[in-house]
Protein backbone atom coordinates (compact mmCIF):
# COMPACT_ATOMS: atom_id res chain seq x y z
CA UNK A 1 0.00 0.00 0.00
CA UNK A 2 1.70 3.17 -0.88
CA UNK A 3 1.31 6.12 0.71
CA UNK A 4 0.87 8.80 -1.85
CA UNK A 5 2.82 11.97 -1.74
CA UNK A 6 0.16 15.11 -1.05
CA UNK A 7 0.11 18.51 -2.59
CA UNK A 8 -1.40 20.15 0.83
CA UNK A 9 -1.90 18.25 4.21
CA UNK A 10 -4.63 18.93 7.07
CA UNK A 11 -3.56 17.22 10.44
CA UNK A 12 -6.12 16.52 12.60
CA UNK A 13 -6.66 15.94 16.47
CA UNK A 14 -9.61 13.94 17.77
CA UNK A 15 -12.87 13.25 15.86
CA UNK A 16 -13.87 10.27 18.52
CA UNK A 17 -16.02 9.22 15.89
CA UNK A 18 -18.28 12.59 15.72
CA UNK A 19 -20.03 11.85 12.32
CA UNK A 20 -20.72 16.12 12.22
CA UNK A 21 -17.21 17.18 13.39
CA UNK A 22 -15.62 14.60 10.24
CA UNK A 23 -18.14 15.95 7.51
CA UNK A 24 -17.38 19.85 8.75
CA UNK A 25 -13.16 19.02 9.03
CA UNK A 26 -13.29 17.42 5.46
CA UNK A 27 -14.77 19.85 4.05
CA UNK A 28 -12.67 22.72 5.96
CA UNK A 29 -9.82 20.73 4.71
CA UNK A 30 -10.94 20.60 1.25
CA UNK A 31 -11.60 24.45 1.53
CA UNK A 32 -8.74 25.02 2.39
CA UNK A 33 -7.02 23.29 -0.66
CA UNK A 34 -5.53 20.37 1.53
CA UNK A 35 -5.93 17.12 -0.60
CA UNK A 36 -4.70 14.63 2.26
CA UNK A 37 -5.98 14.46 5.88
CA UNK A 38 -3.19 12.89 8.61
CA UNK A 39 -5.13 11.98 11.74
CA UNK A 40 -3.35 11.75 14.93
CA UNK A 41 -5.70 9.38 16.35
CA UNK A 42 -8.96 8.44 18.35
CA UNK A 43 -10.35 9.06 14.92
CA UNK A 44 -13.12 6.63 15.43
CA UNK A 45 -12.51 3.13 14.10
CA UNK A 46 -14.42 2.16 16.82
CA UNK A 47 -16.17 -1.56 17.86
CA UNK A 48 -18.23 -3.00 14.72
CA UNK A 49 -21.81 -1.30 14.81
CA UNK A 50 -24.56 0.14 12.41
CA UNK A 51 -23.27 3.66 13.64
CA UNK A 52 -19.51 3.04 13.27
CA UNK A 53 -19.86 1.60 10.02
CA UNK A 54 -21.63 4.74 9.34
CA UNK A 55 -19.09 6.96 10.46
CA UNK A 56 -17.02 5.57 8.39
CA UNK A 57 -18.37 4.77 5.07
CA UNK A 58 -19.75 8.50 5.55
CA UNK A 59 -16.63 9.91 5.78
CA UNK A 60 -15.07 7.75 3.17
CA UNK A 61 -17.82 8.69 0.40
CA UNK A 62 -16.97 12.41 1.61
CA UNK A 63 -13.38 12.09 0.84
CA UNK A 64 -14.31 9.96 -1.94
CA UNK A 65 -16.81 12.67 -3.43
CA UNK A 66 -13.96 15.82 -2.85
CA UNK A 67 -11.55 13.13 -4.17
CA UNK A 68 -9.11 13.02 -1.16
CA UNK A 69 -8.25 10.81 1.38
CA UNK A 70 -7.14 10.47 5.02
CA UNK A 71 -4.44 8.26 6.82
CA UNK A 72 -4.80 7.63 10.56
CA UNK A 73 -2.82 6.44 13.16
CA UNK A 74 -4.46 4.93 15.93
CA UNK A 75 -5.80 6.63 19.71
CA UNK A 76 -6.03 4.97 22.73
CA UNK A 77 -10.30 5.46 22.16
CA UNK A 78 -10.03 2.72 19.07
CA UNK A 79 -11.23 -1.03 18.72
CA UNK A 80 -7.81 -3.06 18.94
CA UNK A 81 -9.08 -5.94 18.61
CA UNK A 82 -8.87 -5.26 15.04
CA UNK A 83 -5.60 -3.15 15.05
CA UNK A 84 -3.25 -5.03 16.65
CA UNK A 85 -2.26 -7.27 14.02
CA UNK A 86 -2.04 -4.31 11.87
CA UNK A 87 0.28 -3.07 14.76
CA UNK A 88 3.06 -5.67 14.77
CA UNK A 89 6.47 -5.00 14.14
CA UNK A 90 6.77 -4.41 10.24
CA UNK A 91 3.06 -4.09 9.22
CA UNK A 92 1.87 -1.95 6.22
CA UNK A 93 -0.83 0.43 6.01
CA UNK A 94 -4.38 -1.53 5.68
CA UNK A 95 -7.53 -0.03 4.16
CA UNK A 96 -10.53 -2.07 5.86
CA UNK A 97 -12.99 -3.36 3.38
CA UNK A 98 -14.36 -0.93 0.97
CA UNK A 99 -13.10 1.93 3.19
CA UNK A 100 -10.65 2.76 -0.05
CA UNK A 101 -10.02 6.39 1.05
CA UNK A 102 -9.27 5.95 4.61
CA UNK A 103 -6.04 3.98 5.15
CA UNK A 104 -4.42 3.16 8.94
CA UNK A 105 -1.07 3.56 9.65
CA UNK A 106 0.70 0.74 11.53
CA UNK A 107 3.03 1.79 15.04
CA UNK A 108 6.49 2.62 13.37
CA UNK A 109 5.83 2.21 9.49
CA UNK A 110 8.11 5.41 8.19
CA UNK A 111 7.13 6.75 3.96
CA UNK A 112 9.08 9.49 2.30
CA UNK A 113 6.54 12.84 1.61
CA UNK A 114 8.28 15.77 0.41
CA UNK A 115 11.72 14.55 0.79
CA UNK A 116 11.30 13.77 4.40
CA UNK A 117 11.23 10.83 6.59
CA UNK A 118 7.83 10.85 8.02
CA UNK A 119 6.99 7.98 11.09
CA UNK A 120 3.38 6.79 12.56
CA UNK A 121 2.98 6.73 16.07
CA UNK A 122 -0.12 5.23 17.18
CA UNK A 123 -1.07 4.62 21.22
CA UNK A 124 -1.84 6.10 24.46
CA UNK A 125 -2.91 4.68 27.60
CA UNK A 126 -6.40 5.52 28.81
CA UNK A 127 -6.56 7.25 32.44
CA UNK A 128 -10.27 6.54 32.76
CA UNK A 129 -9.28 2.86 31.83
CA UNK A 130 -10.84 1.67 34.97
CA UNK A 131 -14.36 2.86 33.90
CA UNK A 132 -13.91 0.56 30.96
CA UNK A 133 -14.82 -2.76 30.40
CA UNK A 134 -12.29 -4.84 28.49
CA UNK A 135 -13.38 -5.96 24.79
CA UNK A 136 -16.00 -3.34 24.98
CA UNK A 137 -14.43 -0.04 25.13
CA UNK A 138 -10.74 -0.90 26.28
CA UNK A 139 -8.13 -3.27 24.57
CA UNK A 140 -4.98 -3.64 25.80
CA UNK A 141 -3.23 -3.12 22.88
CA UNK A 142 -3.96 0.73 23.27
CA UNK A 143 -0.55 1.22 24.30
CA UNK A 144 2.98 0.74 22.97
CA UNK A 145 4.70 -2.71 23.51
CA UNK A 146 8.22 -3.08 23.92
CA UNK A 147 8.47 -4.99 20.41
CA UNK A 148 7.19 -1.81 18.79
CA UNK A 149 9.17 1.03 20.65
CA UNK A 150 11.92 -1.19 19.21
CA UNK A 151 11.26 -1.69 15.47
CA UNK A 152 9.75 2.32 15.98
CA UNK A 153 13.89 3.03 16.86
CA UNK A 154 15.56 1.63 14.46
CA UNK A 155 18.32 3.34 12.55
CA UNK A 156 17.77 5.53 9.64
CA UNK A 157 16.42 8.68 11.14
CA UNK A 158 12.88 10.77 10.90
CA UNK A 159 12.40 13.89 10.60
CA UNK A 160 8.58 14.24 11.22
CA UNK A 161 6.47 12.08 13.62
CA UNK A 162 2.94 11.92 13.53
CA UNK A 163 1.43 10.27 16.81
CA UNK A 164 -1.20 9.96 19.30
CA UNK A 165 0.89 10.58 22.64
CA UNK A 166 3.21 13.17 23.67
CA UNK A 167 6.95 12.40 24.61
CA UNK A 168 7.94 12.96 28.59
CA UNK A 169 9.95 15.88 28.96
CA UNK A 170 8.00 19.21 29.09
CA UNK A 171 4.79 19.93 30.40
CA UNK A 172 1.75 20.22 28.59
CA UNK A 173 0.21 23.83 29.04
CA UNK A 174 -3.89 23.43 29.79
CA UNK A 175 -4.70 20.21 31.53
CA UNK A 176 -5.64 19.75 35.08
CA UNK A 177 -3.40 17.30 37.52
CA UNK A 178 -5.74 14.39 36.53
CA UNK A 179 -6.64 13.99 40.19
CA UNK A 180 -10.25 12.49 39.48
CA UNK A 181 -8.42 9.84 37.83
CA UNK A 182 -6.81 6.86 39.77
CA UNK A 183 -3.12 6.93 40.84
CA UNK A 184 -1.91 4.01 39.01
CA UNK A 185 -3.65 4.86 36.29
CA UNK A 186 -1.81 8.49 35.90
CA UNK A 187 1.50 6.95 36.27
CA UNK A 188 0.79 4.39 33.31
CA UNK A 189 0.46 7.26 31.67
CA UNK A 190 3.37 9.05 32.41
CA UNK A 191 5.32 6.12 32.06
CA UNK A 192 4.23 5.79 28.29
CA UNK A 193 4.80 9.58 27.46
CA UNK A 194 8.42 7.79 28.83
CA UNK A 195 8.17 4.98 25.80
CA UNK A 196 7.48 7.91 23.26
CA UNK A 197 10.27 9.61 24.64
CA UNK A 198 12.66 6.62 24.00
CA UNK A 199 11.58 6.71 20.43
CA UNK A 200 12.60 10.28 19.92
CA UNK A 201 15.85 9.98 21.26
CA UNK A 202 16.49 7.25 18.84
CA UNK A 203 15.17 8.68 15.67
CA UNK A 204 15.77 12.52 16.50
CA UNK A 205 12.58 14.05 14.40
CA UNK A 206 12.48 17.88 13.93
CA UNK A 207 8.50 17.86 14.16
CA UNK A 208 6.23 15.62 16.11
CA UNK A 209 2.17 15.68 15.86
CA UNK A 210 -0.16 14.68 18.45
CA UNK A 211 -3.77 14.93 20.21
CA UNK A 212 -4.50 13.17 23.07
CA UNK A 213 -4.88 15.91 25.34
CA UNK A 214 -7.21 17.78 23.74
CA UNK A 215 -5.13 21.07 23.78
CA UNK A 216 -3.82 22.94 21.12
CA UNK A 217 -0.09 24.29 21.47
CA UNK A 218 3.21 24.47 20.55
CA UNK A 219 6.52 23.33 22.27
CA UNK A 220 9.82 22.64 21.78
CA UNK A 221 11.88 19.82 23.26
CA UNK A 222 15.70 20.40 23.81
CA UNK A 223 16.94 16.47 23.24
CA UNK A 224 20.70 15.27 22.27
CA UNK A 225 21.29 16.80 19.00
CA UNK A 226 18.96 19.37 19.03
CA UNK A 227 15.16 20.42 19.24
CA UNK A 228 12.06 19.01 18.35
CA UNK A 229 9.41 21.07 17.45
CA UNK A 230 6.30 19.75 19.09
CA UNK A 231 2.44 20.26 18.10
CA UNK A 232 -0.62 19.26 20.08
CA UNK A 233 -4.12 19.67 18.83
CA UNK A 234 -7.69 19.89 20.32
CA UNK A 235 -10.43 17.65 19.54
CA UNK A 236 -14.03 17.88 18.02
CA UNK A 237 -16.59 19.93 19.40
CA UNK A 238 -13.65 22.43 20.17
CA UNK A 239 -13.13 24.76 17.37
CA UNK A 240 -12.10 23.47 13.05
CA UNK A 241 -9.19 26.15 14.04
CA UNK A 242 -7.92 24.44 17.10
CA UNK A 243 -8.41 20.87 15.98
CA UNK A 244 -6.06 21.26 12.68
CA UNK A 245 -3.49 22.82 11.12
CA UNK A 246 -1.79 22.94 7.68
CA UNK A 247 0.96 21.69 6.01
CA UNK A 248 2.95 22.21 3.10
CA UNK A 249 6.23 21.40 1.70
CA UNK A 250 7.50 24.85 2.20
CA UNK A 251 6.38 25.32 5.40
CA UNK A 252 7.78 21.87 6.85
CA UNK A 253 11.19 23.39 5.64
CA UNK A 254 10.83 26.57 7.04
CA UNK A 255 10.52 25.10 10.24
CA UNK A 256 13.16 22.73 9.96
CA UNK A 257 15.37 24.42 8.86
CA UNK A 258 15.18 27.98 10.03
Not at 146 to 152: P, S
Not at 196 to 220: C, I, M, Q, W
Request: with cysteine; net charge negative; charged share 25%.
Amino acid sequence: MVVTEPNKVMVAGDWHGNPYWAEQAIKYAKRNGADTIVHVGDYGFWTPSERTYAYLLGSNQLLEELDMRLIWVDGNHEDHSQLDECNVPGGRPTVFGDLDQIMHLPRGFRWEWWGMTWMALGGAHSVDRSWRREGHDWWPGEVLSGEQVEYASRPGGVDVIVAHDAPRGFAIPGIGSGNEFPSEDLLAAESHRGLVREVVDATKPSLFFHGHYHVNYRAKLEREGGTTEIFGLDRDNSTIARNTMFLTREVLEKVINP
